[in-house]
């Protein structure tokens, strides 16, 4: 279970290399007067890519759980077909005991070779299984899903894992994570 | 000769007539507590609801197993329909009433005090208080003609008459497992009293009911000449239940089930077929019929219905008490009582203290609720339109304008509730969907100019059957007219029509005609289209026979995925009539992948088997196989939907950061007032102007160090605008705070590929981000005219 304390002690990280090149620029970010332009997407845009730059997330065990992957029950070492949409299903709740769902979920797949992290939204689902088994039946929807189109991915192993986001804090969760090969 | 009965006797009866009458008030009163639901069930119950003030046919527009006096079944609170319900409920009451009369004319305590106690005990299934009618009608027209006539042309037989014909057609024009008890009975009792001389009965009661037949139909507001097409649509309804919706259940149950109607029918059945006898073989034809049907829609979908099975033997058992031939007379009803108690024991507690509880409750808050009807109207309808306001909070479906649309496969609540104009296929329910008749219907709706231009749709098949089988035929007419606009909660789309006429019907080409047997593997043809299969199963004669008694055993459908091997539940009047093979439509993304004219390798079943899991004597061994080919549409912007977003990790923050005390607003966009949406070519800059503040109350109020404003497209691409503060002097002049920072604040881009974008506006205070929130324009770029 996540709680602030353990949020506060837990490692600040950074998601990619670009970003860890920004980490210079933090010291301005928050009373700069001057704004950039950054693109993301598959779009392209004139101007300089550049990001807000602030730390983002924090690295800690999550009360959650990858259930589904690839439309069959989560299992490390399972093979995936690149060609076919990628599915990732599970739950995750900020505060089991206090019947607190995650404001919103990220799935992550991250090539062990190079280390190069793909970030895909989700959609809530209700899990009420889940919720009756937390004893909140009236508790938030913790349910998540995302399908990923991979057909461009790299093959080779990836580990799959999720952020949470909950009031404004971003959580890199060290646990529940899956190795997979694409 | 017989003794007048005493004053206290008759004083006494009309006590005893005056509970049974309550009773049988509290029986029909659809109550006030019933409000609106989003189950499958209750949905059913809401469209039919409120199909009869939309004015659509019974029969043709909405089929279904009931008629336009659903409402008088459903006993749930609808403004529109609620005094039709009561009206007619109070009605059928009467009937029970009058009928109840003519049976305890001998009986005149005894009758309706057990009717008061078994109407209290069969109270928590409206079946059979409905299959009761039959019964107390045959039990009333028994004991009638078994007297000399009353009256001057034997007026006193009209009460009768007239009950008899009113419940008739109350329930043939309710549902359509009514019909063949209620059918049988008058039939039957029409010739016995054609035969005794008794005309009143002989001709009142089908002159009556051909009469009232029409009057009651034009009563709940439909045309007249949709009243033949409701009797031919009950039909297919009827017969195509039972395989379609079976299910298993304790064979115990059906075991005392079948002995309770065993002795019944045994002690009922005459002597001969001699003229004097043909009053006991009537009356044991309604019995039969009656008990036949309360059989079947008991043990057919085996679950809850169950009690259905066990109190309508209970019912009979105790009518026939005078007329059994042979044995002990309160054998039946002592059988009947036990097997009432043991098959509802395992769907509700029958100790006597839960039972005593369970009837003193149902009285309780039945007189409860009719004293205070007075009055009731706003209150209830208060309460009506909280239930819809929750619906509408719950509902997947967004809010509807009043535009048309339909919504597969079951979930008409939500649709209704958020103020769509309901344009139903004809079987507005998927899953009753099973004959080709019924399949063919909904088809040609969806082909014809009626069918909606906006359809919700999500997967939900009942009963573990394959989803494709679920409206199989209209499934490929979707896939071809229609294109998914937008991905819903709880796996709705939402599908917006796309072609009409001939180009909507779908394309199919057959590719291989072969026969197969009862269990064995058959391969399905490779194919980059999808694959329709049809499968041509027949019944044995013992098939045959066990389908009209009770239900053939269930077939099953074994599919060998590349994953593995899944089983399903195979109805074979929809095999019949075809189904989408592969892709296996199981679940949204497939559909969308299928819709998108790119069917996963992982969702094509390589091969197939019918497996006769419950009876192979039931099923000829050999059936006939014909595959088809499905051309599938390439829309790749399906993809859109298909896929959830990928995320640049910088972007992450954005998402999570929650809204926070920020006052904002948009005043110009590309320099002109930001109104309404905006249009521009792709090489132009796009500029956004206005001011914020963190604050804006007490003393000067407190001014954000930092403005960011990001455009988020549909497909979830982000940009950054680059962002200047500037001190907006106008505003803190006319604020009064002119001490404030800066509250201006500038930002552009130098080219926005074309979309629609959501202007999204961050502030940033003591090292603290949060998004404001306030109401903004959507920013709409589009592709340069060249």
């Known amino acids: 279970m996540i709680t602030s304390a353990t949020c506060r002690v837990a490692v600040l990280a950074v998601f990619t290399s670009c970003l860890v090149g920004c980490i ?116 938030g929807d913790l349910g998540y899903e995302s399908t990923m189109l991979l057909s461009e991915a790299t093959p080779g192993r990836y580990r799959v894992g999720i952020y949470v986001g909950w009031a404004g804090e971003l959580i890199r969760c060290t646990s529940p994570q899956l190795e997979i090969v694409l | 000769m017989q003794t007048k009965p005493s004053r206290a006797t008759r004083i006494l009866s009309v006590l005893c007539h005056a509970v049974a009458a309550l009773t049988a008030v509290l029986l029909f009163f659809p109550g006030t507590s019933r409000m609106p639901g989003a189950s499958l069930d209750e949905s059913w119950v809401v469209a039919l609801n409120q199909a009869l003030p939309q004015g659509l046919a019974v029969g043709r527009d909405v089929i279904f197993t009931l008629g336009p006096f659903a409402p008088v079944f459903t006993k749930t609170y609808f403004p529109a329909t609620w005094a039709f319900a009561v009206g007619w409920s109070m009605v059928l009451a009467a009937c029970y009433v009058v009928m109840l009369t003519y049976i305890s004319r001998t009986r005149p305590l005894i009758a309706p005090l057990l009717f008061a106690a078994v109407a209290a005990f069969i109270s928590d299934d409206w079946n059979a208080s409905f299959m009761a009618f039959p019964l107390l009608a045959a039990s009333a027209l028994r004991a009638t003609l078994a007297m000399p006539p009353a009256g001057k042309h034997g007026i006193g037989d009209l009460p009768l008459a007239i009950a008899v014909a009113l419940g008739t057609s109350i329930l043939l024009l309710m549902k359509g497992s009514f019909i063949p008890a209620c059918v049988v009975t008058l039939g039957a009792w029409t010739t016995i009293a054609a035969l005794q001389r008794r005309h009143m009965l002989a001709v009142g009661m089908p002159l009556l009911v051909l009469a009232l037949l029409p009057i009651l139909w034009l009563s709940s507001g439909q045309s007249l000449s949709s009243l033949p097409g409701y009797f031919r649509s009950a039909l297919p309804m009827i017969s195509g239940y039972t395989e379609a919706m079976s299910a298993v259940g304790r064979r115990s149950e059906i075991a005392a089930y079948l002995l309770v109607a065993a002795v019944i029918v045994a002690m009922l059945v005459p002597r001969s077929f001699r003229l004097a006898e043909w009053p006991r073989w ?199 007219a229609y294109r998914p606009v937008r991905r819903l909660p709880a796996g709705f789309l939402q599908l917006e029509r796309e072609v009409d006429g001939a180009q909507a019907a779908p394309q199919l080409h057959e590719i291989s005609r072969t026969t197969a047997a009862l269990g064995q593997s058959v391969a399905v043809p490779p194919s980059e289209e999808a694959t329709f299969v049809q499968l041509h199963l027949r019944k044995t004669a013992l098939g045959a026979l066990k389908s009209i008694l009770f239900k053939p055993g269930e077939l099953s459908l074994e599919v060998t995925m590349p994953s593995g091997a899944k089983t399903f539940r195979l109805v074979p009047k929809i095999a019949e009539s075809g189904f989408i093979l592969s892709p296996d439509l199981g679940d949204l993304n497939t559909l969308l992948a299928t819709f998108a004219g790119e069917v996963p390798a992982r969702a094509r079943p390589t091969s197939f088997k019918v497996v006769a899991s419950g009876g192979g004597r039931d099923w000829k061994s050999e059936y006939e196989v014909t595959f088809s080919a499905l051309p599938l549409k390439t829309r790749p912007a399906v993809n859109e939907l298909l896929y959830d977003a990928q995320i640049q990790p910088e972007d992450l923050w954005h998402l999570v950061t929650p809204a926070g005390q920020c006052i904002a607003t948009i005043d110009l966009i590309n320099g002109a007032p930001a109104s309404g949406t905006m249009i521009h070519g792709t090489s132009g800059a796009v500029s956004i102007d206005g001011w914020g503040a963190v604050d804006l109350g007490a003393g000067e109020g407190i001014a954000a160090d930092a403005f960011e404003v990001l455009l988020r497209r549909t497909d979830g691409m982000t940009l950054h605008l680059a962002t200047t503060m500037s001190a907006r002097n106008d505003v803190k002049a006319h604020l009064g705070k002119m001490e404030m920072g800066d509250i201006g604040y500038h930002a552009k881009a130098d080219a926005v590929p074309p979309g629609i974008y959501d202007i999204e506006l961050y502030r940033a205070y003591a090292g603290n981000y949060a998004r404001c929130e306030f109401a903004r324009p959507r920013l709409t770029v589009e592709e340069r005219k060249r």
């Open chain 2, 282 to 480: 009537a009356y044991l034809a309604s019995v039969g019929c009656t008990v036949l049907m309360a059989f079947k829609a008991g043990f057919v979908r085996h679950d809850g219905h169950a009690m259905t099975a066990a109190y309508v033997p209970l019912i009979a058992a105790l009518l026939a008490v005078p007329w059994y031939l042979r044995g002990p007379r309160l054998l039946p009803p002592a059988l009947a009582l036990i097997g009432a108690l043991y098959i509802s024991g395992h769907y509700a507690s029958v100790k006597p203290l839960d039972l005593g509880a369970r009837m003193t409750r149902w009285a309780a808050s039945g007189i409860g609720e009719l004293a205070a009807l007075p009055g009731s109207q706003a209150r209830l309808n208060a309460q009506f339109a909280d239930k819809m306001a929750t619906l509408r909070d719950h509902s997947p479906v967004p809010r509807g304008d009043g535009q048309p649309a339909d919504i597969y496969s079951y979930n008409q609540s939500y649709l209704i509730a958020q103020g769509w104009k309901w344009r139903p296929r004809p079987i507005f329910q998927s899953y009753s969907v099973y004959t080709p008749a019924l399949n063919e219907k909904n088809r040609d709706f969806l082909l014809s100019d009626s069918a909606p231009r906006t359809i919700f749709y999500a997967i939900q098949p009942i009963d573990n059957r394959y989803a494709a089988q679920e409206d199989s035929l209209s499934l490929p007419v979707l896939l071809g």
């Open chain 1, 24 to 139: 210079a620029k933090d010291a301005d970010t928050h009373d700069r007067r001057d704004g950039t332009v950054g693109s993301s997407g598959s779009d392209q845009m004139t101007g300089a890519t550049a990001a807000m730059g602030r730390v983002i997330a924090v690295d800690a065990a999550c009360a959650a759980s990858i259930d589904v992957v690839d439309s069959r029950p989560a299992q490390p070492g399972m093979i995936i077909d690149r060609k076919n949409p990628l599915t990732v299903g599970g739950w995750g709740a900020h505060d089991p005991e206090a019947g607190l769902a995650n404001d919103s979920t990220f799935v992550s797949l991250v090539n062990l070779q190079t280390n190069e992290e793909r970030i895909y939204a989700t959609r809530k689902s209700p899990r009420t299984d889940v919720k009756i088994y937390l004893g909140h039946p009236d508790m």
